[in-house]
């Protein structure tokens, strides 16, 4: 049993998911259109947070063009936050893991050190975009096979061993990162550096237009598997005998959580702890019932992510700190908490 | 055509053949049980049933089908499979997983109709589960877990139920009610096969009772007679002993 679910005992009906979702979808919006209009201003009298007015939609102004400079990197945090939320739920579903997420399974470290290596060999300055995403992607892939198969005792994926073998990718591949920075030119090396921060300050529409087709079509399969994610948290075997093709699922949801988190990953770098916090608070309040909790974590983390972006931006004035690491600052109490309730429950010990 | 058939059939499991040469017949309205010593095989020879395992040699058809040739949905209209073990990853609600016993039946988004409802009221009153429904999985007792995932397998409405070990862990009165059940399945017209320790309750309710020692069907027949037998003491390694009480019931107990 994972910790931290209180939610309604009860079945879900098409009303609760209707409400459901139209709620979170509303709260998501409102942020989203709040975002771009809050920042920092400067003027003579020094800095001041100010939001900005209807005068912004006015072509020509000033503030319209800043508008338009956010714009992007709001649109930026939705796409990342509702893709590492969606993979983050579907892979703890999928694995019977609540600690699994992109950061802890090492698929992050991977994907950074694919596209540092894309970086540093050229790839991005060949292809552009396309060459980072892809290599982002393959970097995901790769390292989420590895660490599956690593973690794998017989039929069983314990918690434990899934979560040392995630560790012990992460840190061959940060460590491998290292040595490829350590040799890289000056150009290079900054431009790494910035994007590995998971820094949203580099995003452009241009960027948001590539990611927005893969991660669009990775939430649509994702949420085509809600039935198949309730079934398997009963174990693989009582999956089967219920119906579920278990072989089809595991393959389909790897594979497209994979895609999210290198498509994601490609837009910021990476950006940890929103694929493992936000899915465990929505499983305490809505209940564990994927078909709900996978589109409304998908909706929790795009509006966490424009948040902490917003919070990016104007929390220290005149300073745009890294998004990524604002969520991390902010994720990881919560993951501490989790693994002791968990050590609690003697269920990190236990079998998968 | 049979409800289960199995022909000649070896399951290798890591080492060596856990699973030998086993033939037999399961027809409609026949309830099973399953005895042997632990580590005999019985698991492994249900799973094998329900596709769950691949036989090394020799086959499985459950209602004509390969198990593991079928699509999971298709099998799953037709046998349901109760395991020993039932660890659940996320605390459903009790309703919420007997439910789960409708995947196979269910489209799209696969929240509960009618039928759905109806299907999961009456198993869960067969396993009197029915006023634990909104009840989370993990509050519950080891015995009322168990009845829980017995509705589920219920709810899948199959014709053939494999069940391992129902009774673990149930108090006297909640287990003679599910082997009153099964029988009652029976009679209906399906088929059961119950792997089970407790012996009065496969004396009492089973038609055919198989001996599995060392991964072989060592006797078969009626479960007085194979209690009895020269084949169960040695595999046990101490006799069994059938009476009857005073008032006709049978019972069986280590002699």
């Given amino acids: 049993m994972s910790g931290f679910v209180t939610g309604a005992a009860r079945r879900l009906t098409l009303r609760q998911l209707i409400v459901t979702l139209a709620a979170c979808a509303a709260i998501t919006l409102v942020c989203a259109a709040l975002a771009p209009l809050i920042g920092i201003v400067v003027d003579r009298g020094g800095w001041r947070l100010a939001v900005m007015g209807p005068a912004a939609l006015r072509p020509g102004s000033l503030d319209h063009d800043i508008l338009w400079v956010r714009v992007p990197r709001m649109l930026g945090a939705l796409l990342v936050g509702a893709a590492l939320g969606g993979a983050g739920c579907a892979l703890q579903a999928l694995l019977r893991n609540p600690l699994a997420e992109p950061f802890t399974l090492g698929i992050s470290s991977g994907a950074s050190l694919a596209a540092v290596l894309a970086i540093r060999f050229g790839l991005e300055r060949a292809f552009g975009f396309a060459g980072l995403g892809g290599a982002a992607l393959v970097g995901a892939a790769g390292t989420l096979l590895v660490v599956w198969r690593l973690a794998r005792i017989g039929k069983h994926l314990p918690p434990a061993t899934l979560v040392l073998a995630g560790i012990a990718m992460s840190t061959f591949c940060s460590s491998a990162q290292m040595l490829i920075q350590s040799t890289s030119d000056f150009v290079e090396l900054n431009h790494m550096v910035q994007w590995m921060f998971g820094s949203m300050e580099t995003v452009r529409l241009v960027t948001v237009g590539y990611a927005a087709l893969p991660i669009a079509a990775g939430l649509l399969v994702l949420l085509a598997y809600g039935r198949e994610l309730n079934a398997l948290a009963a174990g693989p075997e009582v999956a089967a005998s219920l119906g579920v093709a278990v072989g089809r699922t595991q393959t389909a949801v790897f594979a497209t959580a994979s895609l999210l988190v290198g498509a994601a990953i490609a837009v910021t770098g990476p950006i940890g702890f929103i694929g493992l916090i936000v899915p465990h608070a929505l499983r305490a309040v809505l209940g564990p019932d994927h078909r709900l909790i996978v589109p409304a974590a998908m909706f929790g983390g795009a509006t966490v992510l424009v948040v902490c972006d917003t919070l990016a931006r104007t929390v220290v004035p005149l300073h745009h700190l890294p998004t990524g690491a604002i969520t991390a600052v902010l994720g990881v109490p919560p993951f501490l908490a989790i693994l002791v309730h968990q050590k609690r429950r003697a269920a990190l010990w236990g079998r998968g | ?255």
């Fill in chain 2, 1 to 255: 055509m049979p409800h289960v058939q199995l022909h000649d059939l070896t399951v290798a499991l890591g080492g060596g053949d856990v699973v030998s040469e086993v033939t037999a017949t399961v027809r409609a309205g026949e309830l099973v049980v399953i005895v042997g010593p632990n580590g005999a095989g019985k698991t492994t020879l249900l799973r094998a049933i329900a596709g769950l395992v691949a036989p090394r040699t020799g086959s499985v058809r459950v209602l004509g089908r390969d198990p593991l040739r079928a699509s999971r949905r298709l099998i799953a209209h037709e046998l349901a499979y109760l395991p020993q073990h039932y660890e659940l990853a996320y605390p459903f609600a009790v309703e919420e997983i007997v439910l789960l016993g409708r995947y196979a039946r269910q489209r799209g988004l696969g929240l509960a109709g009618a039928d759905d409802l109806a299907a999961a009221r009456e198993a869960m009153a067969a396993c009197d589960v029915a006023h634990l429904a909104t009840r989370r999985f993990d509050e519950l007792s080891g015995g009322e877990a168990r009845r829980v995932i017995i509705a589920q397998a219920l709810c899948q409405g199959a014709r053939c139920l494999l069940v391992d070990e129902p009774t673990a862990g149930l108090d006297p009165a909640h287990a003679r009610a599910i082997f009153a059940m099964l029988r009652a399945r029976c009679d209906a017209g399906d088929a059961v096969i119950a792997v089970t320790h407790d012996l009065d309750l496969a004396l009492r309710h089973g038609h055919a009772m198989w001996l599995i020692a060392g991964g072989r069907l060592a006797a078969r027949g009626a479960p007085a007679e194979v209690l009895g037998a020269a084949a169960t003491r040695d595999a046990f390694g101490l006799a069994i002993h059938v009476g009857a009480l005073p008032s006709g019931a049978a019972f069986a107990v280590p002699a």
